[in-house]
């Protein structure tokens, strides 16, 4: 019976997510590099999860905890660096479903020649400058978070796979 219902709970939380192939692009101002990786991040109805094929990697996030697999294997994150991540996570899914409301009470926003940019207000404004964004038809297709220690990270959202 139990495993009849976490089947059925997983299938329904699979058939309210959305996936898509990205690119993401960070720039490290410590050691002045890029790195240039590519994934797929799926948007659940609770959190999210970003895959990196090349590189072995999946992090999944519930809304409350993080968790990271290398090789299929979950590797403990640091507190510290969880809970950046979680950050940034809430951020990319609010900016995905573009809940208006919530945006405008954690960012101050302006438009401009296509773009969004928006400037945190809150805690938010301790680890984050700002964020462009540019959605095509109400959908996520670039986004760049300045962070407040000079690295930026830049991701390029395509269509969702069907």
Not at 93 to 112: A, P, Q, R, V
């Amino acid at each position: 019976m139990f495993k009849l219902l976490f089947f059925l709970l997983f299938s329904l939380s699979t058939l309210c997510a959305k996936s898509y192939d990205f690119t993401e692009l960070r720039y490290s101002d410590a050691i002045g590099k890029f790195t240039q990786l590519e994934g797929k991040i799926t948007f659940k109805q609770e959190g999210l999860s970003i895959e990196y094929p090349k590189s072995k990697r999946l992090l999944e996030y519930d809304g409350e905890d993080v968790l990271f697999f290398e090789n299929e294997k979950e590797v403990d994150l640091p507190s510290v660096q969880a809970s950046n991540m979680m950050h940034y996570f809430d951020i990319l899914k609010l900016l995905h479903e573009g809940d208006e409301t919530e945006l405008e009470e954690s960012f101050d926003i302006e438009k401009h020649d296509g773009k969004t940019l928006l400037s945190p207000k809150g805690s938010i404004k301790y680890y984050i400058e700002h964020i462009e964004l540019i959605k095509e038809n109400n959908a996520l297709k670039y986004v760049k978070l300045f962070l407040k220690n000079s690295d930026y990270i830049t991701i390029n959202i395509a269509d969702e796979i069907r």
